[in-house]
């Protein structure tokens, strides 16, 4: 906020500096009668301390040039230390730098918005850029702070349980938020805050137990993460069925192998409603697998036939590489779109 204020002090010094010269110049030229390119000539010369053209030829004259003196001393003196002020600071780049920052911020549409930016949130944040998706950090630490300038990510040094920090980071426009806070207490203040601001967005939340993840559905938020509890699940399947969890977590990661997945949602201006899986013949079309269906009423057939019908509002569970996923894609995109 001071670096700003500085700024609006340069800029209101600099508008006094103009008055005075138009003050200068118009006095000059009722004074004394000389022309409008010669009397702005004079009160420059005058204001700026470079000298004088010629001696003012009467009263009226010598009172101006006295007065565009001081004022020019005063004016230049206060911009000198707003200068000395600025470099002292080392804002001048650094100005420039906030600026593309906003700007770049403002820009984004349909990005993610990642609050705490700990391990967790770091993490959220590697497999969102592997991913190629745009998002926003918000974070008050300086530990925080230091690890988004490394790893070059848009950041908003403030607490997302803020509602103006919230805003900056874009939240009308954003797709989804992260709840990746250490503290219950902040998650649960920033989904409250996410939920009531847009209530179309995707909320993923974090929790460190049972009563804390209650709470959080109730503020508002669609998926809840107990990471101790997720590790311990992980854990005893990497005993239990460790080939069958390696895999798992091999596919699910970015930074795994080619394979895949991805969810479509059947929209009605895809014109695949009412279809069976057979009609579409996805498997041959694309080279897509679909492994399971969620229906509207939330529930998965987690082991979809090709007679199952696709029905408006389902959301498809396919598993591919990246290029047949794309083809999936394709095939349930609106009709506009694939007629672009």
């Not at 250490?182 to 996410?194: F, K, V």
Request: negative net charge; glycine residues 8%; hydrophobic residues 45%.
């Amino acid at each position: 906020m001071d670096h700003a204020f500085s700024f609006r002090r340069f800029a209101y010094a600099v508008s006094a500096m103009a008055l005075v010269l138009g003050v200068g110049t118009i006095g000059f030229h009722s004074a004394i009668g000389e022309p409008w390119l010669q009397s702005f000539y004079r009160a420059v010369v005058s204001s700026t301390l470079t000298g004088l053209d010629t001696v003012p030829k009467n009263d009226g004259a010598r009172i101006i040039t006295i007065f565009l003196v001081l004022a020019g001393i005063s004016i230049f003196a206060y911009i000198g230390s707003l200068v000395v002020e600025a470099i002292a600071r080392g804002v001048i780049g650094g100005l420039w730098a906030e600026r593309r920052r906003r700007m770049a911020i403002e820009a984004l549409r349909e990005h993610y918005i990642i609050c705490g930016f700990g391990r967790v949130g770091r993490r959220v944040a590697e497999e969102l850029r592997h991913e190629g998706a745009s998002f926003v950090v918000v974070d008050y630490s300086v530990v925080a702070k230091e690890a988004a300038e490394e790893q070059d990510v848009l950041f908003i040094e403030g607490n997302g349980t803020d509602d103006d920090d919230l805003r900056s980071a874009g939240l009308e426009r954003a797709r989804g938020l992260v709840a990746a806070s250490d503290d219950d207490s902040d998650n649960l203040y920033i989904t409250l805050s996410a939920r009531a601001a847009n209530p179309e967005l995707l909320i993923v939340a974090r929790a460190s137990n049972e009563d804390a993840s209650k709470k959080l559905r109730l503020a508002g938020a669609d998926r809840i993460v107990q990471p101790y509890q997720a590790a311990g699940r992980a854990m005893a399947n990497l005993m239990l069925r460790p080939q069958v969890t390696a895999f798992v977590d091999v596919v699910t990661s970015a930074t795994g192998t080619d394979l895949r997945f991805e969810e479509i949602e059947v929209s009605d201006a895809c014109g695949q409603g009412g279809k069976t899986i057979r009609e579409l013949d996805i498997r041959n079309q694309t080279g897509a697998l679909i492994v399971a269906l969620r229906k509207q009423d939330g529930t998965f057939d987690t082991t979809p036939t090709p007679e199952a019908v696709l029905e408006v509002g389902d959301v498809l569970i396919a598993a591919g590489t990246e290029e047949e996923l794309r083809a999936l894609e394709r095939l349930f995109a609106p009709h506009e779109t694939v007629a672009r």
